[in-house]
């Protein structure tokens, strides 16, 4: 499997079942798109991540939450991006949204409400990046103990060494 | 590790419900999983999971490390089925570089794979009996288990840590009379699974403590997370193996046990079927396993033979370049998942260009699976916690990471 070059232009990924429907549904919602290795991934106004995702659990049938997970691009900034990779049982594919959140301003809304699984992913996130998730139940620490200081997987916290 | 105390956390409504700790210590909870029950009497009003006593921060070590280099990382995450892991990671590192692997090496790690299924299951089956007090069947399944660790270290040279699954290929061809001794175990296994069942499937004991106790549903199973044999239990037919074929899977014909019931023995019932199953897999592997390299062509990526480093300059510059300064992997991200046997198991990996990932993100499939611990127990008794932890074949390493 050579690669293959990296399509990032809505037009051509438009026939795309997951993106078809969120185009049709709410334009405004989808930043952008890319299609690289196979996967598809998603840009997802930050405003409009808990509505997409009830919409293709209800409508589009991605109905299983594989993974909620972030990456540090430190220094660029905005600098996190909270990935969801989706998967639907019935149609065999997935799909990876994603939101871009800024270093100063790290909050999303949680969307343990629509997937209750979302619950143990979003503290990992919160307890590791620092990044906060609105409407989520019960938001504390999980891996590092409760009075711990600062984000172990952010790029700017040294990986040896005193902090 | 969220809780310091129980006290602040779990906040009894009325007078007559209390807060018991149960574990980290815990000889049943698998590990050092720590549970805070609210009870009533016996029964359960709530529950909370407490993780991260294991927590090493292993996803913050594979940022410092080559890619090379994570692959024994990935042996520490779920200890009873390392080459599952390593085959995870080494697919969604082979994903990045665009890499193909050769079929012998791919045969291979299915056979392994479903090996180290089959010795995960024995160790799950052992602990899973021992916890609801039949103690002779972990006698009985570390007996199997023993065989198949000692076939593990005659490829890999240990029983445990294996490392065996390469970027590219394999680390090195099987030694000589392995096939035999892995078809030896695969003629015997079948009677050894009856022997098990013998002892627990017409049990009375062992039902009566198993059926109808920690039941999940099908649509609360999948809101929750669960994947795997758990959810295959609760009724639907999904395993990533048949429905999303890696590794040349799809050359395989095997059955996917599903149950309705969602039950705890339903759950065990889906996983000594997978155990039968498994044993087919890895027979007709054996059979069919194809000649020829076990490593890619990509002599930037795969470190050569050491033969070859021995006589040849551009092997021996490329064997050095790769141990000192691993080999650059193009920008990208990729999510790679396989059918661990606790679930979907699946690797994130975000490149930025050079010899290190910039992120790598295990999707365990325990994790997922805990979460639905406490909707299975609420509203039952503290002698079912047992047997529902059992059920969800939870690993701590996997867990904390």
């Known amino acids: ?163 | 590790m969220g809780h310091l105390n129980p006290n602040p956390v779990l906040d009894p409504t009325e007078d007559k419900t209390m807060v018991l700790n149960m574990g980290p210590q815990h000889p049943s909870t698998h590990g050092v999983l720590r549970l805070l029950l609210e009870i009533d009497g016996e029964t359960i009003v709530r529950m909370m999971p407490d993780i991260g006593f294991l927590h090493t921060g292993i996803e913050k070590t594979c940022e410092a490390k080559f890619y090379q280099q994570i692959v024994p990382l990935t042996d520490r995450i779920d200890y009873l089925c390392p080459m599952v892991n390593n085959l995870c990671y080494v697919m969604a590192a082979e994903k990045l570089l665009g890499l193909e692997v050769p079929p012998r090496a791919q045969w291979m790690r299915v056979m392994l794979a479903e090996l180290q299924r089959i010795s995960s299951h024995l160790v799950w089956l052992g602990t899973h009996a021992m916890d609801i007090g039949a103690m002779s069947v972990f006698l009985y399944c570390f007996r199997e288990r023993e065989d198949l660790l000692r076939i593990y270290e005659m490829v890999s040279g240990q029983r445990m840590m294996t490392s065996y699954f390469r970027i590219g290929g394999l680390a090195l061809d099987p030694p000589l009379g392995f096939f035999e001794k892995v078809k030896k175990f695969l003629d015997v296994f079948p009677e050894k699974v009856d022997e098990y069942e013998n002892l627990l499937t017409g049990n009375r004991i062992f039902i009566d403590r198993l059926k109808g106790v920690a039941q999940i549903s099908a649509e609360d199973g999948l809101a929750i997370g669960l994947s795997g044999p758990s959810l295959r239990a609760s009724g639907i037919d999904f395993d990533l193996r048949r429905d999303m074929p890696y590794c040349g899977y799809e050359n395989f014909k095997f059955k996917v046990p599903v149950k309705k019931e969602g039950d705890v023995w339903a759950r065990y019932l889906c996983r000594v079927a997978e155990l039968r199953e498994s044993r087919e897999i890895a027979k007709q592997a054996l059979e069919g396993m194809p000649s020829g390299p076990t490593k890619a062509e990509a002599p930037k990526v795969v470190l050569p033979d050491r033969e070859k480093m021995k006589t040849q300059m551009e092997a021996l510059i490329y064997h050095f370049k790769i141990v000192t300064e691993g080999f650059t992997v193009p920008e990208g991200e990729v999510y790679q998942a396989i059918e661990s046997p606790r679930g979907e198991m699946g690797y994130y990996i975000v490149s930025d260009g050079t010899a290190k990932p910039m992120r790598v993100h295990m999707r365990s499939p325990s994790y997922a699976n805990l979460q639905a611990l406490p909707q299975m127990c609420e509203g039952r008794l503290i002698a079912d916690v047992v047997a529902a932890i059992g059920s969800i074949d939870i690993v701590l390493g996997e867990i904390d990471r």
């Not at chain 1, 220094?75 to 049982?89: C, Q, T």
């Not at chain 1, 800024?102 to 809304?109: K, L």
Request: proline share 6%; charged share 30%; net charge neutral.
């Open chain 1, 1 to 163: 499997m050579p690669l293959t070059p990296v399509i990032t232009d809505l037009e051509q990924l438009k026939d795309r079942r997951v993106l078809a429907d969120l185009l049709s549904w709410r334009a405004g919602a989808v930043q952008g798109a890319r299609l690289d290795r196979n996967e598809l991934t998603i840009f997802i106004a930050r405003e409009a991540i808990r509505d997409v995702c009830a919409r293709l659990k209800t409508q589009v049938l991605t109905d299983f939450l594989s993974d909620l997970t972030c990456a540090d691009f430190y220094p660029r900034e905005p600098r996190f991006e909270v990935a969801y990779h989706l998967l639907s049982i019935k149609h065999k594919e997935r799909v990876r949204l994603k939101v871009v959140l800024s270093g100063d301003d790290a909050v999303v809304e949680s969307i343990t409400p629509v997937w209750p699984s979302a619950n143990f992913f979003e503290r990992e996130v919160f307890d590791l990046f620092g990044i906060r998730f609105l409407g989520h139940p019960y938001l504390r620490r999980i891996m590092m103990p409760e009075d711990w200081e600062g984000h172990p997987l952010r790029k700017d916290y040294p990986v040896e060494g005193y902090r």
